[in-house]
Structures are given as structure tokens and as C-alpha cells.
């Protein structure tokens, strides 16, 4: 009477069987692993199977009779195979898609999708053609994953804490992948009071991962953070010079395995005064190696600059006017910008050179303030796409 | 090492003029069968049936013949309560696992595809359905289908070397014109606003051109406001593009000056209002006149007259809240995510109750 079988790595099973094609009993026959439930084969009696031998788990019905093989080889419609072998997550709900095929002496539900880890899957067998087939039920599921939460968040920038009132943007960077689903539920914004601010950032949703999905940018709403009109009356500015507001990030924000983070994340934010400057290279001091070293050429800014564009928007050009390949580290504070080049510094003038792209916390780029108030005094002209500044290596 | 102050060095600005940037890259096109994705995204109906898809993970468009998917199912479509809970079922899954992404109707069968990504994470898969007019929901295999990739490319990064690049750029909305399919994005590193356009069959990409607006609702001449839904629509005999902004205006723009590189200065038409988020927008005709329909996030579903449309004076002064063409709010459509046309008396949405249950609705155009 051992309706199911498990195979492969792992699964577990419970069974049921039903006359006739109606449920009289709710028998749980078999509860067990893969592990210790030794394969059968295809001999009979008829029984429902969880195969996690090939990548994808599949659904068999194996110990059908060569006949019943026979009739199940001819085609049919999706309709016609779901009245055959209906796999679903639940019992009311509607079957899963997949593909039907008799294969290795088996009856095979392969789903179209991979079916998720810790979930229960009801599956129900009757043999076509026979109105006094019984009906084989089981319920299926793979193991469940892990479920102890170890992502956390590992840093946000700025790293500093202190903002400026029209800050833009902030990188939250995870230690694991994460889920596919926007943060702004989980992101929270509390005045120097507690009280959460409401609606500080843009309502974008999902769009703002990196590849890998470590990092996450949360745009604070730029319509919340102007200069020189009255603040919104029903809502204010979402940061005020002078105060201090804490960053609240819940641990029920879910990762890529679904799990949801390890602890929660607080971090102070500080408020200063709006900064409407556009960024002046002039400001910068660049401290070059000697010549014929492999040491580090260091930048320094007066002002924190925007970590994710540190990264890309600047580099270094040889004295031949191509990109000269290195490493980068961004210093603490992002107020550092470190290049290490793949070998030692031959003696020549070289070029640091900005993309039009590089921002500080509140967006602006250089020549370029992130906020032009008056229309008919607006830049109209093309951006630089590119700031050479020049340096020697001696 | 020595310290040096650049206030003594001479600081280059190239001014690369964008006419000397090339005006279209011959892009990275991928043609075969079996398309695969990382996230589907925007959809859009090409006239012959080719439906263009957004792989927004990976800043690509692909476009897919969709086969005997597009002729299978019964003509038309039919309202589905509780989609997301039946389409997660259809998954093997739950629905908090389910994200209906995008929802499109086909211009012949009247048959609704919608986009949907399965799971969570890297994990993620993504699916393409169809909703016939019996209302069965039907998972198209991408297995057998045809199809032409295209990328986006990415901004470069200055230190070509870095691993580290962690831009990523997606797509927000598409609209088929003339033979050209343009593009609105987003980026996770710049707040920006750029339209590109590829060409059909896929061979070119061009360099995109800045859109740049007044957005009188934040007081300020705004390049970087993201553009994030779009329709082609004809002022005066002409080709334009009205594009729903963040925080809400409504622009229009002629297609002809959307060339690659240029600075395009859209007319800002309508401020609807801030605090708002535009989703998805049609155009319809109604008694013999024609109309906008866009949904939103916080806002409802606007109704707006094209009538002023090519009259409208722009707006280039602060506006406290509204102003411009007016519109009209149907209140009898709540929660709309994602609109069509379902045909010339019907619009098909997907509409979120207050419960949090996704519908699928066909509702009389108002």
C-alpha cells in the first residue's frame, strides 16, 4: 500500500488515496526523505513521486501498468492532461502549468517554473479511461531552505551622517542579495522628535537596484527640497538645517531567499545648510606619486562627493590621452579619492578627468548646480561631457 | 609626493559637442529563438503584432513573434477578479510572490498580455501571459518563440578597468512611432530625463536626446525630472510625444526634434498636481472627440480633454499646485496600476483594492 516514493536528493510526501474518484478517507501514508525511502522502481502499485533527480524537480506517477503507459503516450490538450494529473498549490486553486510526457516508464509533470522551496504542492492521479480508477492524491514539497536571517545592512552612504538640506540620493548596501521588491515600505525617515516624516523620498519602487541587488538608492523627493518656494503646506521640507533625523530601516524588508534581515538598521542624520554650488574642480588637491612608484594618486575634495559616482565618474588618462587602468578606493567621509594603477607611474603629465556625471550629496554636478530656478536663465547649451584637470608625475 | 593645488593648473572643460559624438551606435543586436530575460518589464503592440518587450534588469528591448500565442486563445479579453491569485497559482506559487509588471492588448486578437515576474531576488524568473476572451490565462513559452534583442549601452565609466560599476539603467515605458520604438529610462546613479529611439528592425541605438522641461509645480527649470509614462499623439498633423513627468506635469514634444544628442525643450502643457507618480496613459476617441486617460499613483485616473493640446501655452512660471490643461478625475476607477485600450468602447486595467487584491477590469471608456 505505499502510494509514494521520494527520490533524489530530498522531498517529502504525504499521500492519500481515494476510491472511485471521491475522496473517502484522508490517509497520510508516508512522511519521509529521499534519503530513506530506497527507490522502488516502476513496479506497481501506482503512486505519485517527487523526482529531484534531474535540476528541475519533477512530479511522476510511477507503477503504471505497460497499458495505462500506452494511452497516456497519445496527445493532448492542457485541459485534457490537468483531468489526468493536477498539480496545484492548493486544492481550490487552479493547476500549475507545466508539461505532461511519458518518460522512463513514468507518467512526468515537469513545472513550468521551479517549484519554490518549503511549499506544498497537492497533486491528484486518475488513470484515463477507467471510471472505476481510483484517484491517487499526495501532497508534495521540497525542503525548506534555511530559515535564519543573516542579511544585514552593511553601510549607507554618505558615511558621514551629515547631509545637506537638498541632499539627493542615498546608497543603502546590503550583505547579501536581496529581494526583487522596492524598499520604501522599510525605509523609514523619524525627526529629531520621533516622528516619522512622511513621504520624504521619490515613489519610485524597484527600479534602483544594482546588478547584484547589494545596493539599493533611495532618491529623496527633489519637489521636497527646494529653495525659494514656500514649502508644500501639507507636508514641509523632508530635511531642516539644523536638525538631526534618524534613518530607520526594518529588518522585515526580505532578502533574495525570502527571509527577512537579521536586525533592523539606524543611522543619524544630520542636517546642514543646502548646497547650491556647482562643483569646482579648482577646489580639489591632488597629491601625485613620485615617479616610478606604485603608490597611490590621492584626490581630496572639500566636500563629501556622491560614492556611487566616485566610482565611475572618475578616473586617470596617460600622458598618451588613454584610460589608464587601476584600482580605486573611496576614503572615508567620500571626501578621498584613491587610484592605484595596475603598474608603477612612469614620469609624464597626466590628466585626472571628471565625466559630467560626478555629483556631490545634493546633485550638483560641475559648472552645473543640480537646482536652475528661473527658466530664461537656464543653461541651454550642451553639457561638457568631460573635465581634464591635469597633473605631472615627476 | 608632492601636493598640488589646482587652483594653479589650467582645468580643461571638453566640450565635446554632442554633434560630434556620433549620432547612432550600431548596437549589439541578438536575433534567434528562445528569448531569455533577466526582468520583463514594458510592453508595447508593434502595428504587425510584434510585441516589444523591456528586460529593464538588463537596460534591453527584445522583440518577439509571438506565433500561434498570438492567435491561440478567443478573441478578446475578459475580467479576471483576483488575477494576481490566479496567476500565482498558475506560477506554482504565492502571490506575495507575484509582480504584474506591465499589460498590453493585441492590436488584431484584442487578447491582453501582461508581464510578470515570478519570485523574488536573483531567483526571479520571468513570465509573458495571455488573458483570452473566455478568460483563460495562458503562460506563453518563450521556448519556441523568435525573437530580436537589442541593448541599451550603458553610460562608460571613467576607470574602465573598476568591476565595480554599479549603474544600472532601466526602462520605464515604451511607444512605437513611425517605424521607431523610443525608450524612457532611469538610472540608479543620476536622476535624469533621456528619450532614446531605436530603430525597427533593430540596428541602431542612438546616443538619446535630454528632455528638458519647466516644472512649474518645484518652481524651476528641470532637466532631470524622469519621464515616466508616454503616448504618441498627433498635434496638428504633427507627431508628438506627451509624456507624464514625476510630480505630474504633462509634456508634449515632436518627434522630429527628438535627435540624437539634442537638448529637446518640451512644452509643458498641464501641472497635475504634486506628490503624484503618473503609471500608464491612452489615448481614446469618445463621441468625436479624443481623449487622455492616465492613471497614477496617488491622483486616480485623469481624464484630459486633447483639445487644448496644440493651443496650450506653456507653462514657464512656479505654479503652487495645478495648472494648464484641466482634467477630470473618474472616480469610479480606483487603484489603477496598469491601463489599456481594449477596444473603441472598452479600457482593460488592472486595478489593486483597498484589500490589496489585484483585479483585472474591463471598464466602459468615461
Known amino acids: ?394 | 609626493m608632492r601636493s598640488l593645488f589646482l587652483r594653479s593648473t589650467l582645468v580643461l572643460t571638453v566640450a565635446l559637442s554632442w554633434s560630434g559624438v556620433p549620432s547612432a551606435a550600431r548596437a549589439s543586436v541578438d536575433n534567434g529563438v528562445g528569448p531569455t530575460f533577466k526582468s520583463i518589464g514594458p510592453l508595447v503592440f508593434g502595428p504587425d503584432g510584434v510585441l516589444f518587450a523591456g528586460d529593464t534588469q538588463s537596460a534591453a528591448i527584445l522583440a518577439l513573434d509571438l506565433g500561434k500565442a498570438a492567435t491561440g486563445g478567443a478573441a478578446g479579453a475578459k475580467a479576471i477578479p483576483a488575477f494576481d491569485q490566479k496567476v500565482a497559482a498558475l506560477l506554482g506559487t504565492d502571490v506575495r510572490e507575484i509582480t504584474v509588471t506591465d499589460l498590453v492588448v493585441h492590436p488584431k486578437t484584442r487578447n491582453a498580455f501582461a508581464s510578470v515576474m515570478r519570485g523574488q531576488g536573483n531567483n526571479a524568473q520571468p513570465a509573458l501571459l495571455r488573458i483570452d476572451g473566455a478568460g483563460k490565462i495562458d503562460v506563453v513559452a518563450f521556448g519556441g518563440l523568435k525573437y530580436s534583442r537589442v541593448e541599451l549601452p550603458n553610460a562608460p565609466a571613467a576607470n574602465p578597468t573598476d568591476q565595480r560599476n554599479s549603474r544600472t539603467q532601466s526602462i520605464t515605458d515604451m511607444a512605437f512611432v513611425d517605424g521607431r520604438l523610443y525608450v524612457a529610462g532611469l538610472s540608479n546613479e543620476e536622476f535624469s530625463s533621456k528619450l532614446r529611439s531605436v530603430s525597427y528592425p533593430f540596428s541602431t541605438v542612438d546616443n538619446g536626446a535630454s528632455v528638458e522641461i519647466f516644472h512649474g509645480n518645484h518652481g524651476q527649470f528641470e532637466t532631470r525630472s524622469p519621464v515616466y509614462t508616454f503616448v504618441p499623439y498627433k498635434v496638428k498633423g504633427e507627431t508628438n510625444l506627451i509624456a507624464g513627468y514625476l510630480c505630474t506635469p504633462l509634456v508634449k514634444f515632436p518627434v522630429t526634434g527628438l535627435k540624437a544628442g539634442a537638448k529637446v525643450m518640451g512644452t509643458t502643457i498641464a501641472e497635475l498636481g504634486n506628490r503624484n507618480r503618473p503609471l500608464d496613459m491612452i489615448v481614446y476617441q469618445k463621441d468625436g472627440k479624443e481623449f487622455l486617460l492616465m492613471s497614477n499613483n496617488s491622483r486616480g485616473v485623469m481624464k484630459i480633454s486633447t483639445e487644448g493640446f496644440a493651443t496650450a501655452e506653456g507653462i514657464t512660471k512656479p505654479v503652487a499646485d495645478k495648472a494648464g490643461v484641466g482634467y477630470e478625475t473618474i472616480t469610479a476607477m480606483k487603484g489603477v496600476e496598469q491601463l489599456d485600450l481594449l477596444d473603441a468602447a472598452n479600457t482593460i486595467v488592472l486595478a489593486r483594492t483597498e484589500a490589496g487584491v489585484l483585479n483585472l477590469n474591463i471598464v466602459a471608456l468615461p
Not at chain 1, 525511502?37 to 510511477?62: F, K, Q
Not at chain 1, 501532497?139 to 537638498?166: H, I, K, Y
Not at chain 1, 536581496?178 to 523609514?188: A, E, F, N, R, V
Request: include cysteine; hydrophobic fraction near 40%; aromatic fraction near 8%.
Open chain 1, 1 to 394: 500500500m505505499a502510494d509514494t516514493t521520494l527520490e533524489g536528493a530530498a522531498g517529502i510526501s504525504r499521500t492519500r488515496r481515494f476510491t472511485s474518484a471521491a475522496p473517502v478517507a484522508a490517509l497520510v501514508l508516508f512522511l519521509g526523505l529521499a534519503a530513506c525511502a530506497p527507490d522502488p522502481g516502476n513496479d506497481g502499485p501506482p503512486r505519485i513521486v517527487l523526482n529531484v533527480a534531474a535540476e528541475r524537480a519533477t512530479i511522476d506517477v510511477a507503477g503504471l501498468p505497460a497499458d495505462q503507459l500506452q494511452v497516456l503516450t497519445a496527445e493532448r490538450s492542457r485541459d485534457e492532461w490537468v483531468a489526468i494529473l493536477r498539480v496545484a498549490v492548493a486544492a481550490d486553486q487552479p493547476p500549475m502549468a507545466g508539461d505532461y510526457v511519458v518518460s522512463e516508464g513514468r507518467l512526468r509533470f515537469t513545472p513550468m517554473f521551479p517549484l519554490d522551496a518549503g511549499r506544498d504542492y497537492v497533486v491528484r492521479f486518475v488513470a484515463p479511461g477507467d471510471l472505476a480508477a481510483q484517484a491517487i492524491s499526495a501532497s508534495v514539497s521540497l525542503p525548506a531552505r534555511d530559515t535564519t536571517p543573516v542579511t544585514v545592512v552593511s553601510q549607507v552612504f554618505p558615511s558621514a551622517g551629515d547631509v545637506p538640506e537638498n541632499q539627493l540620493r542615498l546608497y543603502v548596501h546590503f550583505s547579501a542579495p536581496m529581494g526583487s521588491k522596492g524598499g520604501l515600505d522599510y525605509i523609514h525617515l523619524l525627526d529629531d522628535k520621533g516622528a516619522e516624516v512622511k513621504d520624504p523620498f521619490l515613489p519610485l519602487d524597484a527600479e534602483f537596484w544594482n546588478d547584484d541587488r547589494t545596493r539599493y538608492t533611495v532618491f529623496f523627493d527633489p519637489g521636497r527640497q527646494k529653495r525659494g518656494i514656500a514649502p508644500i503646506a501639507d507636508l514641509g521640507r523632508s530635511l531642516t538645517q539644523g536638525k538631526t533625523y534618524t534613518l530607520v530601516i526594518d529588518a522585515a524588508w526580505r532578502d533574495g531567499n525570502g527571509l527577512p534581515l537579521a536586525q533592523p538598521f539606524r543611522r543619524p542624520l544630520r542636517v546642514g545648510a543646502p548646497d547650491e554650488r556647482p562643483l569646482d574642480p579648482k577646489t580639489w588637491t591632488i597629491m601625485p606619486p613620485s615617479a616610478g612608484s606604485t603608490n597611490s594618486l590621492r584626490v581630496t575634495f572639500p566636500e563629501p562627493l556622491d560614492h556611487g559616482l566616485l566610482l565611475r565618474a572618475l578616473g586617470v588618462l596617460a600622458p598618451d590621452g588613454s584610460p589608464l587602468p587601476g584600482d580605486v578606493i573611496v576614503g572615508e567621509g567620500e571626501l578621498l579619492w584613491m587610484f592605484t594603477p595596475k603598474g608603477a607611474w612612469p614620469a609624464g603629465r597626466y590628466s585626472l578627468v571628471a565625466f559630467a556625471s560626478l555629483e556631490d550629496l545634493a546633485g550638483n554636478r560641475i559648472g552645473r548646480a543640480f537646482e536652475v530656478d528661473r527658466f530664461e536663465r537656464s543653461d541651454h547649451s550642451a553639457e561638457p561631457e568631460k573635465t581634464l584637470i591635469p597633473f605631472s608625475v615627476r
